[in-house]
């Protein structure tokens, strides 16, 4: 968690809080080894019961043994050491979430066998063992990561204490039901309407990691490198799970290759939750998942949707050997995780489908994208990768663009310097000395220096340690150097450093021919080695962590001829870069403007994508009044319909690159050029998606969809509506929904608003009606309204994890009234695990108003001009 706003606090109280959230922690002196667990749920009254065995080691002589357990009613509980039975007495302290057994004999230090009988909820907070419904059936199922096996079972729930399991499970009959091994026995009985299924034994694993699940599933099959592989579904949504089953076959035998070290489970399952709160979770050999994340209809599937399911899939099975095998000692660590498994997932699915240039998508400004990543961590309120985190409120903050994307960027630039095969074998080194073990960050790049024989233990410490990111500003190179000095950069020009960072920075310079020569800035300013020719480019491949100033020489002639001197991810860093210091007013929002220009006739999806994602912030939080809108519209129509023109109509055999391009210009024209000609035929389009999905190109008719909905009727509401309450297809449902949210009609986007608290909808797709009107400058007010004077209703909607995306999404104000009044709001109204996303949108929004008062004026000169 980011400590920061705590450290602004008195020392004495940051003492007391820092003691109070360590206390959180489990003592060392019992250490699991085996558990055996049966469980019986109860799908009709959401409740279930429990049988646990544990084997315990007793460190040393103690007549009390503490573990986790939250929401559990205790029955009988004894331990067994010597051959003496001993019975226990339980105290519980809710708010640690743990509980003591306590013994009238001393336990002997050594092998001791906890015996517990208990019960539980089958609770609607999907985590722990909860309750997923559909519309005729009721499904047992877990989500345990971070803290919430202690739901379930009584355990020693922290991710050092790893140990083997053995699960039974009592299911109705007929039911299925699926843990992380294979099933061993499937017995009728206890009762009648009952039938038993016994698991094989896991390997060592932490308990966050355990799955069960008991339901009406279907299941189709699969294999790879004799690996057998199931994706299970609800009745009727097998077939849109065929996707997913090619994709893992492949994964499967690409990570067995690249890593080095087999799949060790003796079968892999990958299931669609209709109820689940994250996109997907990791479970040794039982991944559990969101429908849209795992299911889709390639006949009706944009590119974006193949390729979210594809990167899902492959970074949950990246975390088998990274979590799994190799967990980390801590939560602190938690970037060992996840951004290991956000960066390998791109070059699983890469390798899978290269015609997606996966890679130009990283370095972009999407969803931990390395633009977008670097953009978030340039904020006052950031953190390190590698921070402190006791409590579950804080562990759950800890999920966030910096422990996935930043993380993955950082290896991405780590990766590029070592080069990919060295690298590979540094990964292989640190998995092969832990596995079925923990590890630590130390214990990752002294694997790395190992292998490479290259400085990386201080690169990856300087980029863990340090929170945000450089500034390197590059002098005019001369005679094969040039001289670098390095600072922290921040978007917002108004906040300066308190203290000097220096990072040790791999810096890798453009050759001919794509080439690239690397050298490492170890000091706070250093001359380095150069290319004595140009083009003169601080950031080959487009993968390095820090943003760069160049004088003014180099950069024009670097965007003289953009097209030719850069490869696409290198001009999307270019795009990014600039950005960036538009917003750190070190360039005007003309001069960004310029560039777009210059690369408007790129056939790379993703390079106008990233130079186009710039102009709704140009327009809604720069510009002053319509008439500098109505200024960039036309530019934008000017700029790109021609090149919309001459892509022409869409084509059967239109590459993935084609679709999105032509999905984005449209867009661009659309919705910042506020073409008629676009938004006439995306009513069209939009309609016809949703009455026959598979007569038009999806890609651009979802583009088309969403422009028709902003300027939408209550017809086309309706037939929204319809589709989400009606479509067995689990993304169409989902695009349905989140368009009802993107009406501007003020009597729609109040039925939006009222559609979400109705009980129609699912808590974890509640979020995005709220989401959708607070992105668009037309209607956040009105959003924002409704959300203060309907906030009872509104909060019961929340999950954890969704509660923190809300209060990220009020940054998007750009007032410091409006900001005072959220601020206030969320202080009388607390949303749990939100800490972080509170102080990120206040920072959000000081940053908006000194962008306008910056850029504002430079907007006006150049609406002037047009």
Not at 164 to 189: C, E, Q, R, W, Y
Not at 203 to 220: H, N, Q, R, W
Not at 224 to 253: M, N, W
Not at 771 to 776: C, D, N
Request: charged share 20%; with cysteine.
């Amino acid at each position: 968690m980011n400590v920061s706003g705590l450290r602004r606090m008195a020392p004495c109280l940051f003492a007391i809080l820092a003691v109070a959230a360590w206390g959180q922690r489990l003592p060392q002196t019992v250490a699991p080894e085996h558990y055996t667990l049966k469980l019986t749920p109860d799908l009709n009254n959401a409740t279930f019961t429990g049988e646990e065995s544990i084997d315990v080691l007793v460190k040393q002589p103690s007549n009390e043994i503490t573990l986790n357990a939250l929401e559990i009613r205790f029955g009988k509980v004894t331990a067994t050491a010597n051959g003496q039975e001993l019975p226990a007495t339980v105290t519980e302290d809710t708010a640690k979430q743990q509980v003591t057994f306590h013994f009238s004999h001393t336990l002997p230090a050594g092998p001791v066998a906890l015996k517990i009988d208990y019960s539980g909820i089958l609770n609607n907070e999907l985590r722990g063992f909860y309750l997923s419904k559909t519309a005729t059936q009721r499904l047992a199922v877990t989500q345990f990561e971070p803290t919430d096996a202690r739901r379930a079972f009584p355990s020693f729930d922290e991710p050092a204490f790893k140990a083997t399991f053995s699960v039974t499970l009592i299911a109705p009959k007929g039911d299925m039901a699926i843990s992380n091994t294979n099933a061993v026995s499937d017995m009728p009985g206890p009762g009648a309407d009952e039938h038993t299924v016994r698991f094989a034994t896991t390997p060592k694993m932490s308990t966050y990691l355990v799955a069960f699940l008991v339901g009406d599933f279907e299941c189709i099959s699969g294999e790879s490198d004799g690996t057998p592989i199931r994706v299970c579904a609800t009745p009727g949504k097998t077939q849109y799970a065929h996707f997913a089953l090619s994709g893992a076959e492949f994964f499967l035998h690409y990570y067995d290759q690249y890593f080095g070290i087999k799949y060790p489970m003796p079968k892999l399952d990958l299931i669609g939750i209709p109820d689940f709160e994250a996109g997907a979770m990791e479970n040794f050999g039982a991944i559990t998942f969101r429908e849209t994340a795992l299911l889709v209809n390639p006949k009706t599937a944009t590119v974006d949707e193949e390729k979210h399911v594809a990167i899902d899939v492959a970074h949950e099975m990246a975390h088998q050997w990274f979590g799994d095998m190799v967990t980390m000692q801590w939560w602190n660590n938690i970037w060992l995780n996840e951004g290991f498994a956000t960066w390998m997932e791109s070059k699983a699915a890469g390798a899978w489908k290269p015609e997606w240039r996966l890679e130009q998508d990283n370095a972009g400004n999407g969803f931990f994208g390395l633009n977008g990543t670097l953009n978030y961590d340039a904020q006052r309120i950031t953190r390190p990768i590698r921070a402190e985190a006791n409590t579950p409120d804080q562990i759950n903050q800890m999920f966030d663009a910096i422990s996935y994307g930043k993380a993955a960027a950082v290896l991405a630039m780590t990766e590029n310097y070592e080069t990919p095969e060295t690298f590979r074998r540094g990964v292989h080194r640190y998995l092969e000395a832990h596995l079925f073990s923990n590890a630590t960050a130390e214990d990752f790049w002294n694997a790395q220096a190992a292998a490479s024989h290259l400085p990386v233990d201080k690169i990856l410490e300087s980029f863990v340690a340090e929170p945000g990111e450089p500034m390197l500003t590059f002098g005019e190179p001369s005679h094969g150097k040039v001289q670098v000095s390095q600072k922290r950069f921040y978007l917002n020009p108004t906040i300066e450093a308190k203290t000097q960072q220096t990072w040790t920075v791999p810096v890798c310079f453009g050759e001919p021919n794509h080439q690239q020569r690397c050298d490492v800035l170890r000091s706070a300013e250093q001359a380095l080695a150069a290319p004595e020719t140009p083009p003169f480019f601080p950031d080959a491949g487009g993968v390095g962590y820090y943003r760069y100033s160049l004088p003014e020489s180099v950069y024009h002639t670097l965007t003289a001829d953009v097209e030719t001197q850069l490869t696409p991810t290198e001009r999307i860093s270019l795009l990014g870069n600039e950005w960036a210091e538009v917003h750190a007013d070190k360039a005007s929002v003309g001069d960004y403007l310029d560039l777009v220009s210059a690369v408007k006739d790129d056939r790379n999806a993703a390079v106008i994508g990233e130079a186009v994602a710039p102009l709704g912030t140009i327009a809604n939080s720069i510009a002053s009044d319509e008439q500098e809108r109505a200024a960039l519209a036309a530019w934008v129509r000017k700029t790109f319909k021609p090149v919309w023109d001459k892509l022409g109509a869409p084509s059967a055999t239109d590459s993935p690159n084609q679709k999105d391009l032509r999905a984005t210009l449209f867009g661009v024209l659309g919705f910042e050029g506020e073409d008629p000609d676009a938004i006439a035929q995306a009513k069209k389009l939009g309609s016809e998606y949703f009455s026959n999905p598979g007569s038009v190109d999806p890609t651009l008719a979802q583009t088309a969809a969403a422009l028709a909905a902003i300027h939408g009727d209550a017809a086309y509401f309706d037939q929204l509506q319809h589709v989400y309450e009606t479509s067995n297809n689990p993304q169409i449902k989902e695009v349905a929904l989140g368009l009802m949210s993107a009406f501007r009609d003020p009597a729609l986007e109040q039925r939006s608003l009222e559609y979400a608290i109705s009980g129609k909808v699912r808590n974890q797709d509640a979020i995005f009606e709220f989401l959708g009107p607070l992105e668009q400058r037309q209607t956040r007010d009105a959003a924002w309204n409704f959300i203060e004077q309907n906030w009872d209703q509104v909060q019961k909607q929340l999950t954890t994890s969704m509660g923190g995306y809300l209060v990220g999404a009020t940054g998007v104000f750009c007032s410091e009234q409006k900001k005072q009044e959220v601020v206030s709001f969320f202080k009388a109204h607390p949303v749990p695990a939100s800490s972080d996303a509170l102080q990120r949108a206040e920072d959000s929004m000081d940053e908006c108003v000194q962008l306008r008062s910056a850029q504002g004026p430079n907007l006006e000169k150049w609406a002037a001009r047009q």
